[in-house]
């Protein structure tokens, strides 16, 4: 063991009182650095996962991200006369050939693909009426890209492709208009197509809006009601990789024209949030250490004040500047690295007594469980600060020891 440790370990010793209460600080400070931070983690994780799983990773819809240019302007841009207030041809809404757009996309590695036809209709059934709003669907490809096929509770999906007038709805609607499995239901279109459609399925997302307000059906009915032949209105994606959305959307968008948005974009202020609620967390649980890091600083000044003449007649010994900052710097060194390895013993119990904790929300059936992430790389990042505060509040009170003078100590002039 080096000389200059064994004298910082006697003066540690020397004040066991003092330098408890420096490591209780450190350690409380990590505890408590990695129990908030796995909570915030682990809730983050927790919602982007639900956000991932319940909506698509890319969405291309029948919009440009910015609006074609007319062709008179793309073919005369530099003409001597312009005409004003050209109103677009109108079309009939949709994403034309979207069979060879999805042939293109489906080529892309690790990616499904699925075309949604969506629109308002209206339900009648015993006097009452009820707008939603109708998904055209191919079950077989609607079931690789969703998990509404998850929270199908009556038939299935597949039923829409053995009945092509089958429609599945919501339970809440269900309650709502008082329907059952294989109901008639009667539907109206905005075109003014009626068609008398069975109930093939019910669904129950727990989101009120959707379960009362969204329909499926098979997407050639969707597009016989709409009267919108050989069109859908949006492809929905999923990717073996959610976080590569970003990318494979501006690929698609370049590629078909039409405006392709990953969920990432989708959810930017969502995920804009998040980060700020990071750093709030960070700054809090960092100021613990902090705060630790000041008795650190407060024992060892205290130590360098009633050794002074200890340390003068170390250096009259031939002990340098830099071997008595040494002796200082381990003082802080030893107690960061003891509170970081208790304050992860006792943040892991902390992160344990978390887990086993469930609460009971009125309105909800299956308890909520406190959501925890237990990566490796945020008990390094404890201890690595600890560590650094303990060696920084050390830094001071060591440089003031290196500076002392032996003869004016000893002359009894300082």
Known sequence: MPLTLKIAVTHLNSRRRQTLMSLLGVM???AFFMAVSSLMRGSEQDFIKRLVDSAPHISVTDEFREAPVQPAVRRFADGAVAISNVKPKTEVRGIRGYK???????DIPGLRVAPVLSGQIILTYAGKEQGVLMNGVVPELMSGVSDIEDKIVAGNMQALSSNPNGIIIGRALARKMNLDMDDNVTVSSPVGLVRTMKIVGLFETGATAVDEGQAYVLLKRAQVLLDRPDRANMLVMQLDDPYASRDVAARIEKQIGYRARSWQEASESLLSVLL???IIMYSVVSAILVVASFGIYNIISTVVMEKRRDIAILKSMGFTARDVRRIFLWEGTIIGLMGS???LTLGYGLMWVLS?????VPGVSVPIEMPLYWGVDQALLACAFAALSAMGAAYFPARKAGLVHPVDILRGQA
């Open 28 to 30: 409380l400070g990590v």
């Open 100 to 106: 060879q757009k999805m042939a293109f996309i489906d």
């Open 276 to 278: 700020v609620r990071n």
């Open 341 to 343: 390895v208790g304050g």
């Open 356 to 360: 086993t904790l469930s609460f009971q």
